[in-house]
């Protein structure tokens, strides 16, 4: 579904990622973790395009196709979608209109799916009187209702509760059972522990990848306590 080959990207002379290679496959959640600025949302921004996070070096394959220079919007038709770590707010539309965009899963059943109360929010508009925790959840009812065929789904560092945190398990598992691979970013080993595979980032490296168990054990035994700037080599930790 997707590969990064060797993804090399600086900003002023500072390398944030130092070759990363990585693949997502057909119907998989992976899981990329890693303590805060270790370079994932860097990660999240190259796959889906954003401006200014043009790699300097490497390809991003979608589909065995050289995305790496297609625009936000060639992405998105394609079937990429990336859920933001703080979603936005949409003046003068409605929940009920923002659910409205997809493919006909109805919004009153996908709040429920998020856990909200149609009652409630459905002629709320997607605004700042809505809470994070609110507009996080709505953001993943509208990722539910496109049908796509990868998310990106790059969660808060920090500021999010315990059930959204359930929220967002639930979405994740229901997208993959409909089919949509899954590129899970988190700093929370036992959020990735809902993945099938995943891979370490640090300091701009992939380090370690694969057994969720062994890689999720080394990351909150070792990662959570030392943020490895500067002791990271050619991927393997000193």
Not at 154 to 171: F, H, L, Q, T
Request: glycine letters at 10%.
């Amino acid at each position: 579904m997707l590969r990064l080959k060797d993804i090399h990207y600086s900003v002023d002379g500072t390398e944030i990622l130092k070759g990363v290679n990585m693949v997502v496959r057909d119907g998989e959640i992976h899981s990329i973790i890693g303590v805060n600025g270790t370079g994932k949302t860097t990660i999240a921004a190259i796959i889906m395009g954003l401006g200014g996070y043009q790699p300097q070096r490497g390809k991003v394959l979608f589909e065995n196709r050289d995305i790496t220079n297609l625009s936000v919007t060639e992405r998105a038709r394609l079937g990429i979608t990336l859920a933001w770590q703080i979603p936005a707010n949409f003046e003068g539309i409605s929940v009920r209109e923002y659910l409205s965009l997809g493919y006909g899963t109805p919004p009153d059943e996908l709040l429920r799916l998020v856990g909200l109360d149609p009652r409630v929010y459905l002629n709320r508009s997607v605004d700042e009187n809505l809470s994070g925790g609110e507009r996080k959840r709505i953001e993943l009812a509208s990722v539910l209702s496109i049908n796509p065929k990868l998310v990106i789904l790059d969660e808060p560092d920090s500021g999010i509760d315990m059930a959204s945190i359930d929220v967002i398990k639930r979405v994740v598992k229901r997208l993959k059972r409909e089919g949509s691979s899954v590129l899970l970013i988190t700093h929370n080993e036992k959020m990735s522990k809902i993945a099938d595979s995943v891979s370490l980032l640090c300091n701009g490296i992939i380090v370690k990848e694969g057994d969720i168990g062994e890689v999720t054990s080394f990351f909150g035994r070792v990662c959570k306590k030392c943020d490895h700037v500067g002791d990271v080599d050619e991927g393997v930790l000193k």
